[in-house]
C-alpha cells in the first residue's frame, strides 16, 4: 500500500513537471502542448479534425462534401464553396446545413481559429463526420490556389451606371397617356421621375430605354402600361385568354393597374402600340414562354403581375426591332436583375461557385424556372444559403 502510494507521488511529480517543461517549450517554440504530446492529453483541441489545403484540392477533384466559409468579416472564399455562415451562427442557420448528421462536412476561415471553433459547434450539434481546413485560406493561398471575391459581383450584375437596351422609347410615353392608358397626374404623383425620365415622359427625347437603380420603377411602370394595352397573341392564346379568361380583370397586372383614366380594362389588349406580324406574335410568345420571375410560378406568356406585363412589353418592343432571341433573353435578364436584385445576385453567387461568372451564363436558362421562378429561385436560394455581401430589395408587383 505504502509502496502504491509513493508511486502515485511521483506520477503526479512527473506529470506536474511535464506540464511545466511543455508550457515552457510551448512559449519558447510556439508549440501546443497538446501537438507536443498528443497522447498523454485528451482535449477537445485535440479531437478537431483537420485536412491540408493539398488534400482539400485533390478532394474539390471529386467533391462529395459540403464546403463552408466561416469566415467574418467576409475575405474571399474557396472555389465551389457551397455556402457561407458565420462561424458563430452555425446553430441560427442550421436549415442551411445538411439534414444528415453523417454527411460530410469541410469548414474553412481565414487562418483555422475560426473554423476549430465552428468545428466544435458542429459536434455539439451531433455531426459526426466535419473537419476543417488547417492553416485557413492564408495555407490555400500559400500553396498557389487562388480565392473568389464575390464581393465583386453586385458591380456586375446591378452595375451603377445601369444598362441601355437596344430598344428606344419613341413616343411611347405620350401615346400612351394620350390612350388614356396614363393619367399623367396620377402617374407623376406616384411615381419617382428623374429629369432624364421626364423627358421621356413629356416625349421631348427619344432616347434609349436604360435601367438603373434610381430609374427603375419608371421603367417597370411604362412597360407596365404598354403590356397592358398592347394587343397580343398572349392574350388570346395564354392563360389569361383562355382558363382565366372570364377572370383577366382580377390579376395584380390588371386590378393592380390604377394609374390609368378609367379601369385598367378598359385598355387591356385594346390598342396597337407597335405593329407585329402574326411571326412576331408568335416569336413573342415563344420567347415569353421561356421567361419567368421570382415573385411567383408563372412564366411571362402569363402576365398576372407588373413585371411580367413589363417584361412582355419589353419582349415585344425587341422582337419588333428584329433583335435576336439570344440578346433578347440577355436584356431581359437585365430588366428582372434590377426588379428581382437580391435574387439575381443570389443566383450570380450560385453560378459564380460553380466557376461561372455573372457575364457568361446562359440567359435563356437563368430566367427558366429552375432559376426564375418563384420555386427555382427560393431552392437557390437555399443552396446558397446567406450571401457574404450586403443583400438588395425589389420592387413590389404594384403601382
Known amino acids: 500500500m505504502a509502496r502504491k502510494k509513493v508511486y502515485i507521488r511521483i506520477k503526479q511529480r512527473f506529470l506536474a513537471l511535464l506540464l511545466i517543461l511543455s508550457g515552457l517549450s510551448g512559449f519558447i517554440l510556439g508549440v501546443s502542448i497538446y501537438k507536443v504530446y498528443p497522447t498523454v492529453f485528451s ?13 482539400l484540392k485533390e478532394k474539390l477533384a471529386k467533391k462529395d462534401f459540403t464546403l463552408i466559409n466561416v469566415h467574418t468579416p467576409y475575405e474571399g472564399e474557396i472555389e465551389r464553396t457551397d455556402s457561407f455562415i458565420e462561424y458563430d451562427s452555425m446553430k441560427a442557420n442550421e436549415a442551411q446545413l445538411p439534414k444528415d448528421k453523417n454527411a460530410s462536412i469541410v469548414l474553412y476561415c481565414k487562418s483555422g481559429s475560426m473554423s476549430a471553433e465552428a ?26 490556389f487562388g480565392l473568389l471575391d464575390l464581393s465583386k459581383l453586385p458591380e456586375q450584375v446591378l452595375p451603377e451606371e445601369g444598362f441601355e ?34 423627358q421621356v ?14 430609374n427603375n420603377q419608371f421603367v417597370v411602370d411604362v412597360l ?28 395584380a397586372a390588371t386590378g393592380g393597374w390604377t394609374l390609368a383614366r378609367g379601369g385598367a380594362m378598359d385598355h387591356y389588349n385594346k390598342h396597337d402600340l407597335i405593329q407585329l406580324t402574326e ?28 413585371h411580367g406585363m413589363a ?11 428584329g433583335i435576336s432571341d439570344e440578346e433578347i433573353y440577355k436584356n431581359v435578364l437585365k430588366l428582372n436583375s434590377f426588379w428581382f436584385p437580391g435574387n439575381y445576385l443570389t443566383t450570380a453567387t450560385f453560378f459564380a461557385r460553380q466557376g461561372i461568372s455573372w457575364d457568361k451564363v446562359d440567359a435563356k436558362l437563368v430566367l427558366g424556372s429552375d ?29
Request: aromatic share 8%; with cysteine; proline share 4%.
Open 43 to 55: 482535449s477537445e483541441k485535440s479531437a478537431v479534425r483537420a485536412i491540408s489545403a493539398n488534400n
Open 119 to 144: 468545428f466544435q459547434t458542429l459536434k455539439g450539434m451531433g455531426y459526426t463526420n466535419v473537419m476543417h481546413l488547417e492553416g485557413g485560406m492564408n495555407s490555400w493561398k500559400k500553396e498557389g
Open 165 to 198: 437596351l437596344p430598344i428606344s422609347w419613341g413616343d411611347l410615353a405620350p401615346r400612351l397617356i394620350e390612350l388614356g392608358v396614363i393619367d399623367e397626374q396620377k402617374f407623376e404623383k406616384t411615381v419617382s421621375i428623374g429629369n432624364q425620365e421626364m
Open 201 to 214: 415622359f413629356k416625349g421631348n427625347a427619344d432616347i434609349p430605354v436604360k435601367i438603373n437603380s434610381g
Open 224 to 251: 407596365w402600361a404598354m403590356g397592358l394595352a398592347q394587343k397580343s397573341l398572349v392574350y388570346e392564346q395564354g392563360p389569361m385568354g383562355k382558363e382565366n379568361r372570364n377572370q383577366a380583370g382580377n390579376f
Open 279 to 306: 411571326e412576331q406574335q408568335k416569336k413573342v410568345i415563344e420567347i415569353a414562354q421561356n421567361v419567368y420571375r421570382p415573385c411567383c410560378g408563372n412564366h411571362t406568356a402569363f402576365p398576372d403581375c407588373n
Open 311 to 321: 417584361a412582355l412589353a419589353a419582349i415585344e418592343l425587341m422582337v419588333a426591332k
Open 371 to 399: 432559376y426564375s421562378s418563384g420555386q427555382g429561385a427560393a431552392e437557390i436560394s437555399q443552396k446558397v444559403g446567406q450571401l457574404p455581401y450586403e443583400g438588395f430589395q425589389g420592387g413590389s408587383c404594384g403601382a
